[in-house]
């Protein structure tokens, strides 16, 4: 050794220039994103597929509800699922089910005609909804694990934002997809990222910080208990107590109603424009997105302002005043878009109620998770089968009153709703931990 090496002081190990749990956190938003996509495909492509395939609008609605109803069973399971195999391969079941689901609808329609066709399609559909059941609880259990709590109403409010990004691009990506490659075309082409995404999950991702060979022991240290808690094993009597427990029985009530006016938005709302505000081609695909940046824009904010106001005020108040407020400015935007008559101005009357809607899921995820703790996989199944039975109600609903041109009707009922959802949140108290021991 030389004397000018002698007296230096040891160079400090290389740092990982990004932490892993945040490299964990954008797997989660591809996988949201591409969720999105994936479900409103069909739906966005409803007024190409109908006279394609001689589907009328209630076939289309009972397409929806397949997807839904399969979706919201596959909740519950799907939590149950995560808990015992782990999320991350959890999310690799998840994606190679999406895929298959996403490719048998253009496939179907290849080689089958007339009822068994639409039979076909059905099935894809509760594929679909099958394969995507499981996303969100196993979403929950890698954020409750790999981020601090202060920290989860925002990476719940991204989360919702990003997947609002789907949202907000497949109308306009269906659209352009479809004028290159037909509709079929346009699902195949759906289905290829997806599929790209879950192999480099399956070999990068992993369930818990301390699974993760390039977690170094600093990330283990700033991510707390939470990072070496030890995943613990579903019960029947921990999935009884949970099932029982008010918070989050009125948590899931609450989520109920407010996803019916959700899916009016998320499912219906382009077929809305194109129907009844007569917009067409390319700038229907653009209108058809502006409804999705007000939600992208909600949740974002809506999952910062949740952790700002609990930080300040406490949780229990912190989390309910954003819903309470919001809530029931959605229902009244859904009656503004309705009754204005330029159609640019209902545009962005549905944009504002989608924000608003949007500004409330930071708030219930992040309550959910800390009511359940460990068990939010399970209790996030929970939630989102409520939140996804608003689902079910809504398209045969709105299916058969827009079938007679009653949107004013479907509208009004989502209002109501939204209201409903805003008060039940007087009674939500997130900073009681459920009792599941």
């Not at 818990?208 to 977690?215: F, G, L, Q, S």
Request: with cysteine; charged share 10%; aromatic share 10%.
């Amino acid at each position: 050794m030389t004397n000018e090496t002698q007296g230096k002081p040891a160079e400090a190990p290389l740092r990982h220039p990004v932490r892993i749990r945040w490299w964990i956190f954008a797997f989660m938003l591809a996988f949201s994103t591409l969720s999105y996509i994936q479900r409103l495909g069909v739906q966005d492509l409803a007024a190409t597929i109908m006279p394609a395939l001689h589907l009328n609008q209630v076939q289309i609605g009972w397409l929806a509800t397949a997807f839904t109803a399969a979706y919201a069973l596959a909740q519950f399971p799907g939590g149950i699922l995560s808990q015992q195999v782990g999320a991350r391969w959890t999310l690799v079941i998840v994606g190679v089910l999406g895929v298959v689901a996403t490719v048998s609808f253009p496939a179907a329609t290849m080689v089958l005609a007339g009822t068994a066709l639409f039979v076909a399609l059905l099935l894809a559909q509760i594929l679909l909804g099958v394969s995507q059941g499981p996303l969100n609880p196993a979403v929950s259990a890698i954020l409750e694990s790999w981020l601090p709590e202060k920290r989860w109403a925002m990476a719940n409010g991204l989360g919702s934002a990003v997947s609002n990004l789907g949202g907000m691009v497949t109308p306009l990506l269906v659209v352009l997809l479809s004028g290159s490659f037909g509709w079929q075309g346009a699902l195949f082409w759906i289905a290829v990222p997806v599929a790209l995404l879950t192999v480099a999950w399956a070999g990068y991702g992993r369930s818990r910080p301390r699974e993760h060979p390039a977690v170094t022991p600093e990330e283990l240290a700033e991510l707390g208990s939470s990072a070496t808690e030890t995943t613990r094993p579903v019960t029947m009597q921990r999935l009884r107590k949970l099932l029982g427990d008010r918070n989050v029985l009125l948590l899931t009530l609450s989520y109920l109603c407010m996803n019916f006016a959700f899916y009016l938005l998320s499912f219906w709302s382009f077929l809305y424009l194109v129907q009844v505000r007569e917009f067409s081609g390319i700038q229907a695909g653009m209108v058809g997105a502006v409804p999705w940046i007000g939600a992208g824009l909600g949740a974002a904010v809506g999952g910062f302002s949740s952790d700002w106001l609990a930080g300040r005020i406490g949780v229990r108040w912190g989390y309910r005043l954003v819903p309470l407020l919001a809530l029931p400015v959605a229902g009244f935007m859904l009656l503004v878009a309705i009754e204005v008559s330029i159609p640019s101005a209902a545009v962005l009357a549905l944009a504002v109620a989608f924000f608003m809607i949007e500004l409330t899921e930071g708030a219930y995820w992040a309550s959910i998770m800390r009511v359940a703790r460990s068990d939010i996989a399970a209790a996030s199944g929970i939630l989102n089968t409520g939140g996804n039975a608003g689902g079910i109600i809504t398209h045969p609903i709105v299916g058969f009153l827009t079938s007679g041109g009653a949107w004013g009707g479907a509208f009004v009922t989502g209002t109501v709703l939204a209201v409903i959802a805003a008060c039940l949140w007087l009674a939500i108290d997130p900073e009681r931990r459920a009792d599941v021991d």
